[in-house]
């Protein structure tokens, strides 16, 4: 992910999750993140056809031929209706009321946040699942995209999305894979960071364990 995109995350992170206090229910005896992801970013992988995901990232990344595109970004646009609600799934990786009432807030500030990002397409599903998983191959690899790696992605997948029929799903079935998408990435690059700042071994392998499980669910090696 670019320098752009992480820096807003970042700063996020610090305003988020940046006193211990608010840091000590991510240890992993409190929660049970890989749950969380199986099933959430699961639901998303498996709507979207992870066999073909997982094409779009390897066109990104060594791409073969100049990329041909067959519609335009605003095919995977949709209408965000009322509040966010997917924060209450992520809050259930904590166990304890006060735990998760915590949680859910950080996870919704951390969503809001990431849709600030500059030149974030808000309110588009191929952006926010190019989010997820360019910042997953950043915590899980090492590996950083490029601006013109993540546009190729997020062309690629808003082919693969509208070719799917993703984007004939039900209105509030759509929302709730943007919002996943988003808030998942937003708190996998957020433990990272804050993993490292603290020196934080639990957070920046938590990090790293919902990354993998991301890219997993996506085929993505």
Same mark, same amino acid.
């Given at each position: ?25 991510? %240890?992993? +005896? ?21 066999? !073909?995901? /997982? ?6 990344? +060594? ?25 209450? $799934? ?7 009321? /006060? ?11 951390? !969503? $809001? ?9 808000? $309110? $588009? *599903?191929?952006?926010?699942?190019? *989010? ?7 915590? /899980?690899?090492?590996? @950083? ?34 919002? %996943? /998408? ?15 700042? @603290? ?23």
């Amino acid at each position: 992910m670019n320098a752009k995109v992480w820096q807003v995350i970042t700063a996020l992170v610090v305003w988020t999750l940046g006193n211990a206090a608010q840091a000590q229910f991510f %240890t992993p +005896s409190f929660q049970d993140y890989r749950t969380y992801a199986q099933r959430s970013v699961g639901y998303v992988a498996a709507t979207v056809q992870p066999d !073909f995901t /997982s094409r779009a990232v390897q066109q990104a990344l +060594s791409p073969s031929a100049p990329a041909k595109y067959k519609y335009a970004l605003s095919k995977t646009d949709f209408a965000f209706k009322g509040s966010p609600t997917q924060q209450k $799934n992520c809050a259930a990786m904590v166990q304890t009321p /006060s735990d998760q009432r915590q949680m859910a807030t950080a996870c919704l500030k951390l !969503f $809001n946040a990431a849709q600030s990002i500059p030149d974030f397409r808000k $309110n $588009n *599903l191929a952006a926010a699942l190019s *989010l997820l998983i360019g910042l997953s191959l950043q915590v /899980s690899k090492g590996t @950083e995209l490029t601006d013109t790696q993540i546009s190729t992605l997020q062309r690629g997948l808003n082919d693969m999305l509208v070719d799917a029929g993703a984007m004939k799903g039900k209105p509030a079935d759509i929302q709730a894979m943007y919002e %996943t /998408s988003v808030m998942t990435g937003a708190l996998i690059a957020g433990l990272a960071q804050n993993g490292a700042d @603290e020196g934080n071994t639990d957070l920046t392998d938590i990090a790293k364990g919902l990354a993998d499980i991301v890219l997993k669910q996506f085929k993505v090696e």
